[in-house]
T-cell receptor
Framework: DQQVKQNSPSLSVQEGRISILNCDYTNSMFDYFLWYKKYPAEGPTFLISISSIKDKNEDGRFTVFLNKSAKHLSLHIVPSQPGDSAVYFCASPSTGNQFYFGTGTSLTVIP | EAQVTQNPRYLITVTGKKLTVTCSQNMNHEYMSWYRQDPGLGLRQIYYSMNVEVTDKGDVPEGYKVSRKEKRNFPLILESPSPNQTSLYFC??????????????FGNGTRLTVT
């Protein structure tokens, strides 16, 4: 089964600087990863994804990097804005059409 | 507007009193799923459904039931709720579920408290 781990429960960054959120996974068989963003009192919303045929995927201020040898992915937000303050989850599909989510990283962007 | 709708948003109940949380999607998605979010544990999958009349257990199915009689609806049933089921619940749907590049669309959550 796929396990995804986010080892940093929280992160604080100054507005305009780069935010880097990290995620590790255990099973190399699955090659599709997603990041979700969650504001309080709302459901998670899809942010960006990456498959193993790429090592980078960019969408505006958001870039996800995949390091397959290290089984590690990261989300970069540049420049960070106060509206980016939210909880970020990495996720990956696993066996039997299940999705596994990390425990989340709470990002605070300080104005 | 494409959306996943959960009801109710907030629910306080007592141990043992059966309850149902409804979930409906208007995107004609094949795949639907229920998650619970607990502090320090992230989102954990309870049940999922690949299509009508097809449901499967996720990681934490104990104490829950689901049904998928119609494509758009996927209710979560707690036959005899217990305090350890106090949690934030999310319903989600997608075109094809896991193992594909089809992101999940989530509802806004149901905050359940069992006393």
């Amino acid at each position: 089964d796929q396990q995804v781990k986010q080892n940093s429960p929280s992160l604080s960054v100054q507005e305009g600087r780069i935010s880097i959120l990290n995620c590790d996974y255990t099973n190399s068989m699955f090659d599709y990863f997603l990041w979700y963003k969650k504001y309080p009192a709302e459901g998670p919303t899809f942010l960006i994804s990456i498959s193993s045929i790429k090592d980078k995927n960019e969408d505006g201020r958001f870039t996800v990097f995949l390091n397959k040898s290290a089984k590690h992915l990261s989300l970069h937000i540049v420049p960070s804005q106060p509206g980016d303050s939210a909880v970020y989850f990495c996720a990956s599909p696993s066996t039997g059409n299940q999705f596994y989510f990390g425990t989340g990283t709470s990002l605070t962007v300080i104005p | 507007e494409a959306q996943v709708t959960q009801n109710p948003r907030y629910l306080i109940t007592v141990t043992g009193k059966k309850l149902t949380v409804t979930c409906s999607q208007n995107m004609n998605h094949e795949y639907m799923s229920w998650y619970r979010q607990d502090p320090g544990l992230g989102l954990r999958q309870i049940y999922y459904s690949m299509n009508v009349e097809v449901t499967d257990k996720g990681d934490v199915p104990e104490g829950y039931k689901v049904s998928r009689k119609e494509k758009r609806n996927f209710p979560l049933i707690l036959e005899s709720p217990s305090p350890n089921q106090t949690s934030l619940y999310f319903c989600a749907s997608s075109n094809y579920g896991g193992l594909t590049n089809s992101p999940l669309h989530f509802g806004n959550g149901t905050r359940l408290t069992v006393t």
